[in-house]
């Protein structure tokens, strides 16, 4: 065997293990990073993330928090709708949106209100409160944020694909007009699962 | 002459191995005034960047105070790419500002076509944003 042969089944050796890395083993990725599964027939982590980037964007963008009564705006969340075959909490997507939103002060989230309250003891609290100083509080929402998620899946041969459609909306409750309205749509298509996009 | 032959395919394999996974970053700050600003690029996988390459970013005011950017993205291959990109923003002391806006997201652009890609700044003060871009195929 020559010395350029065995230089060049090294080489190749090489290429080969690179490419075969260390796959495998349980590891640690980044959340919704280059790295995550990509399923055809479910929704994926990256895909709130995406959604909720895309909401809070056209949020900003329009200016809809600034004009409202309060700074910060005073917001009550409808429970979303989940009209997808794909099983996931929808707070992983407010939830992302609440945490830009709130924290960064340019709204507040009303956890405590009649039927839509989050926080039974915060609720609990305000009655004990309000009986004692026989005062009402102010906690009346400046916009109310609705919205479903749904699904459109369809199949050529052995390609699926998949297009899920965030869709959120804000209310004046003043008026009942739609204040605000946004559509985030993903689309995912392959013949099979997948890692890495 | 066959060592060379070896050599420079095995380069060029690793070059298309590794490149699916190295990032192209291109950074910039909005100027005094809204429109095309100069933008800065770092190459670390050149064939991402003859393939997809910014030609074009563009700040402007939101009506909601916040600036946008938007980079036009061309694609001088020859057929469709797929790539991932993230923006993050960067404040007045160059820390990354930590938001939920920032995640990465996917778009394609046809051979020979440009797309827009854009971002809003989490807040009023951020002027800088930083890219990365990563082709999917």
């Known amino acids: 065997m020559t010395l350029k042969r065995t230089t060049s089944i090294t080489l190749i050796g090489l290429v080969a293990l690179a490419a075969a890395g260390c796959g495998g083993n349980a590891k640690y990725i980044e959340t919704g990073g280059n790295e995550s599964m990509v399923n055809v ?55 992302r949106m609440r945490e830009q939103l709130v924290n960064s002060g340019q709204a507040q989230v009303i956890t405590a209100y009649g039927k839509y309250t989050e926080d039974q003891a915060a609720l609990e609290e305000m009655r004990r409160r309000s009986f004692e100083s026989g005062e009402t509080p102010n906690v009346q929402p400046d916009l109310t944020m609705s919205g479903k998620i749904t699904q459109i899946k369809r199949q050529a041969g052995s390609t699926r694909q998949t297009t899920y459609t965030f869709r959120l909306t804000l209310t004046d409750p003043a008026t009942g007009l739609e204040v605000w309205t946004k559509i985030e749509d993903v689309t995912k298509q392959g013949r099979k699962d997948s890692i890495g996009f | 002459m066959n060592l060379i032959k070896t050599l420079l395919a095995t380069t060029l394999v690793l070059a298309v191995l590794g490149g699916c996974g190295t990032v192209n970053t291109v950074t910039a700050t909005a100027g005094e005034n809204p429109g095309k600003t100069d933008y800065r690029t770092q190459v670390n996988d050149v064939l991402t960047d003859i393939f997809l390459s910014a030609k074009a970013v563009r700040f402007g005011p939101t009506t909601g105070g916040n600036y946008e950017v938007q980079v036009t993205v061309a ?24 938001t939920s806006m920032s995640t990465w ?9 440009t797309i827009v890609i854009s971002s809003v700044a989490p807040n009023d003060t951020a002027r800088t944003f930083q890219l990365q871009t990563r082709r999917s195929n």
């Open chain 1, 41 to 95: 027939g479910e929704v994926n982590i990256q895909d709130i993330q995406m959604a909720a980037s895309g909401m809070l964007e056209s949020m900003l963008k329009t200016g809809v928090l600034d004009r409202a009564e309060h700074k910060p705006a005073r917001l009550l969340l409808n429970p979303i709708v989940n009209d997808t075959s794909s099983q996931f909490d929808v707070g992983e997507l407010t939830y």
């Open chain 2, 75 to 98: 694609n001088n291959g020859f057929k469709t790419r797929r790539f991932s990109y993230l923006f993050d923003w960067i404040d007045e002391n160059g820390m990354i500002i930590e």
């Open chain 2, 105 to 113: 997201k996917t778009a394609s652009v046809s051979a020979g076509g």
